[in-house]
């Protein structure tokens, strides 16, 4: 099921499409330990690869995002 939705978003997503992807935050809870919280942002796609995705998001920060990853983000 997984690879069919990844090959189903590698055919949709082209270079310059707007995708949601989620950055991890790291901040501390309590004393015992941090946790990381993911935020959502908007990022552009700016390369495409068999295994992730490059992009960059509004802050002119380049991230690689893995397909797996980018589909999660999109449920």
Known sequence: MKIR??????????IGSKVMITTQKACA???FGAVKTGIPRQAVVIGIYEY???VQLESGVCESVMWMD???ARE
């Open 5 to 14: 939705s990844i090959a189903e978003a590698k055919k949709k997503i082209k």
């Open 29 to 31: 809870k309590d004393s």
């Open 52 to 54: 992730f995705v490059h």
């Open 70 to 72: 980018l589909i999660n």
